[in-house]
């Protein structure tokens, strides 16, 4: 089974290409550009440079959220032509799970992803990792960081990873003092959404891009000023 993968939820853009749950090859980019202007011609190097076309993808995963609300709709447009056009189903996956599965290994239990969603507020989430399993513990959601934070148990060790630490970094340490623990690792998730999607797309759940729907948990700008709710 092969996989494209995709993730614009945050200026930390990539694509990966799975078979199965190998990566055969990523191209992961933080710049000026907007995903618009790179989502495709990273597509078209990817495949080119492995010989393969979009009619030899099985599936396609896709990080739908939480994040920028721009970088998602570019995404899902991306993604439904390519189910559209292939009949092919995708895989929508979180972007703070794949950003929790770049934490596990057998020392970690609590990880916190943690992703900056502006206005004073962030999309957060607290998983335990039981082996290769993630059991969410606070629920994944847009929270003010005091709210989020207090639920935090203060008395256990986490692991922190997300834009969010930048932005809040000092806050946690208020909360957890030296159980707070900082990842360092990159913050492309694209290989993530692929192996969350290899195990999506192989047991059945995909979904076609009529069904394909973003994960928001907080009205866009534009639903503000509409009044428009949005189920995410």
Do not use: W
């Amino acid at each position: 089974m092969k996989i494209l993968a995709l993730d614009t939820t945050t200026l930390s853009g990539s694509v990966a290409l799975l078979e199965k749950a190998r990566l055969l090859a990523e191209i992961n980019l933080d710049s000026s550009l907007t995903h618009s202007e790179r989502l495709l011609a990273s597509i078209d190097f990817l495949l080119q440079t492995n010989k393969l076309s979009l009619k030899d993808m099985d599936g396609f995963a896709l990080a739908s959220g939480p994040g920028s609300f721009t970088g998602i709709r570019i995404g899902l447009s991306t993604v439904k032509s390519f189910s559209f056009a292939s009949g092919k189903l995708i895989a929508p996956v979180s972007s703070l799970k794949a950003l929790a599965l770049k934490l596990i290994r057998p020392q970690v239990r609590l990880l916190c992803p943690m992703i900056d969603a502006k206005k004073g507020e962030i999309y957060a989430a607290l998983f335990e990792s039981t082996g290769t399993l993630l059991k969410e513990i606070i629920p994944q959601g847009v929270y003010t960081p005091d709210r989020f934070f207090s639920l935090l148990p203060s008395h256990r060790v986490i692991y922190f990873i997300g834009n969010g630490i930048a932005v809040y970094k000092n806050r946690i340490l208020d909360y957890l003092k030296d159980k707070a623990k900082f990842s360092s690792r990159s913050l492309f998730i694209a290989h993530e959404v692929g192996l969350l999607g290899f195990e999506l797309l192989e047991t059945g759940s995909g979904v076609s891009y009529q069904e394909l729907e973003p994960i928001y948990f907080r009205k866009s700008q534009a639903e503000e000023k509409s009044g428009k709710g949005h189920a995410g």
